[in-house]
């Protein structure tokens, strides 16, 4: 219970902090990303702590492919090298969204018809909209997801498999499904699962409460110092 205990706990400390920030550095739009982007998190990360209670890794490595993708777009935006850079990777963000949101409706709408797919074609619509505003003011997509991590997290190797090592729980192949398999003797089950320790998962967890939260407080320069204590005793139990 170590580990989830103190997640709990810098997610406590963490949106006290944010909540006790002067007015100025709250009425922003990355403000409003952070904490807008926290009980996101939190929910991932918590549901990937529940499962891995049950004793299922395979669903919660997907879980921590989605919040680790998370962390690592906002972690890019709030390392912008100034405000309008910041900015900028803020409306590219945007911009992704939008054309991600139109692609999944192009490929859906062909398949309904009468007034669902005219609410659909709607959406397209005002999506393109959107698109094309931001691409007039010479906003770009956003990167390639391993070029975020690099530039939101460089050569950190706490963080630099954070998106890869997770990447097949999401989309499963023929190597995870051989990856379940075991033998007892003469018998093969197929057991559905990977055979990683819980509780290495359950410090996967916390190294992305630790990173995303590193990050957050240097942004707006708060006390880290007891975070940083917390996570040197843990680790000194995995990371040899």
Not at 80 to 91: C, I, K, T, V
Not at 210 to 221: N, T
Request: charged share 30%; hydrophobic share 35%.
């Amino acid at each position: 219970m170590e580990i989830e205990e103190t997640i709990n706990k810098w997610f406590e400390k963490t949106e006290d902090a944010l909540d006790n920030l002067d007015s100025e550095k709250k009425n922003t739009n990355l403000y409003f990303l952070i904490v807008n982007s926290l009980p996101t998190f939190g929910n991932y990360l918590h549901a990937a702590i529940m499962i891995l209670g049950s004793k299922r890794r395979l669903p919660a490595k997907a879980l921590l492919r989605v919040s680790g993708q998370l962390v690592s777009r906002v972690v890019w935006v709030l390392k912008g090298q100034d405000e309008n850079e910041r900015q900028n990777r803020l409306s590219r963000w945007k911009l992704d969204s939008y054309c991600e949101g139109r692609r999944y409706d192009e490929k859906i709408v062909k398949f309904y018809a009468g007034d669902e797919r005219a609410l659909v074609e709607k959406r397209i619509k005002e999506r393109s909209e959107k698109i094309n505003k931001l691409e007039k003011c010479g906003i770009r997509r956003l990167p390639q997801p391993e070029q975020i991590f690099e530039q939101a997290f460089g050569k950190n190797l706490l963080a630099v498999g954070m998106y890869s090592q997770y990447h097949t729980a999401v989309h499963p192949d023929l190597l995870v499904l051989s990856g379940t398999i075991s033998e007892d003797g003469q018998v093969i089950m197929c057991d559905g699962d990977t055979k990683e320790p819980i509780d290495d998962l359950k410090f996967e967890c916390l190294i992305q409460v630790y990173i995303f939260f590193k990050e957050i407080r240097k942004f707006y320069d708060l006390d880290f110092q007891e975070i940083e204590s917390g996570f040197q005793v843990i680790s000194k139990s995995f990371i040899q």
